[in-house]
């Protein structure tokens, strides 16, 4: 936020009333610098002094929300340079790109890899989110059906790629309700493309071949009241493209200039005709800072890794990835499969949960939540022992799933094995491997249905 909790707390009513959720008004106001807190929160703020804190406390990047069928896509609203200053707030959309100049096959095959390509990771949906519909038949009808056609067949966003203002029209209009991105307003088709923009209240593209002729243009739709706002910087090259892409980034962040504070988008696509150039092409541009990537196709072997690092790039460097507390069934189990416990720490689950899988045993993996700590970490701060494993394995359900009593836990919680058989009397704690590489070798040598 552009204001400190001090300069945020003049324009409070100073009230102390407590009903945004803290004890005082100097609080609330250190929440709100500290970007913890909505200023909704605060009932008795004036309208006047409302205004004045939104608009200092604005993002210097323009956040943008774009419709898709599951959730609203968030995009820009970024704060800082780097991850590690505070974090990176809303990840990239991915999109894949269709044209209407393709066989009706090609276009099913392209929609059908936009739905499959769905992936379930740390209790994380991790997917594409946009199609990119260019226009190039020269025939309007054909491009109003395509964007038909994917507004029907598919849950994402769309964006409409035309210089044509009645192809445009005709494609918005057959999927109107998807709100597509209009790509792009230029000095050139400006006056045609704002208007159907304004009137329909969608965003836009803005394309310029240079920095300056693109803030020309943002200064430009802002006025006109259109404020949600991608950038195209024209270049279509790896080199000028990153340069852009850093400039953009460091305008608004480092020397304010408000006319370049807006998300952006990439082509890769359109830098490279390997695939594998053109996902690390995209890789590049999501760490620096692309708002939306457009990919020529989509394959799993290059669409998984992009979303892999999508996700650990905008984690909260603050805040351990972690899994959800629960039991998790592997391999199908039943009632005399072993039961094995360790923390919520994600990169722990997958490697435990792999070597569960390695052993061909069904088997019941429960998760404690440990606030996303390793197993040593979170016993060292009294996060994982006998007093909060024994009830978390009392309410969790695992009794009524399994017919003995039998719980393995990690090697290095050995030393609670004796508060745990106080704490769970009917239970026999069994003392695992310290490392996850031996569960393996220990379940196949040691467990006895």
Known sequence: MALTGIEI???LPKTNCGKCGVPTCLAFAMSLAAGKAELASCPSVSDEAKAKLEEASAPPIRPISIVTGDKPLKIGGETVLFRHEK????PPGIAILISDTMAETEVSRRLQNFKKFRYE???????PELVAIKYASGKPEAFAALAGKVKAETDGGIILICEDMAAMAGAVAACAE?????YGVTGANFDALTGLAKEKGL???AKGASLDELGGLTDRLTKLGIKDIILDSGARSLKQTYTDQVSIRRAPLLNKVRSLGFPTIVFPGEMTDNPLKEALIAATFMAKYAGIIVLSDFSGETLFPLLVARMNLFTDPQRPLATGEGIYE???PNENSPV???????????IVSGEIENTRMPAYLLIKDTEGLSVMTAWAAGKFSADSIAPFIKKCGIADKVKHRKLIIPGYLASESGGLEEELPDWEILIGPREAAHLTSY???TWKS
Not at 87 to 90: A, I, K, S
Not at 121 to 127: A, E, N
């Open 9 to 11: 707390f003049k324009h």
């Open 87 to 90: 974090r990176l707030e809303n």
């Open 121 to 127: 990771r740390v209790g994380m949906d991790l997917r």
């Open 178 to 182: 998807r709100k597509p991105i209009l």
């Open 203 to 205: 965003p836009v593209v």
């Open 330 to 332: 592997i391999g199908g």
């Open 340 to 350: 094995i416990i360790t923390c919520n720490f994600s990169l722990t689950y997958f």
């Open 443 to 445: 379940l196949k040598n």
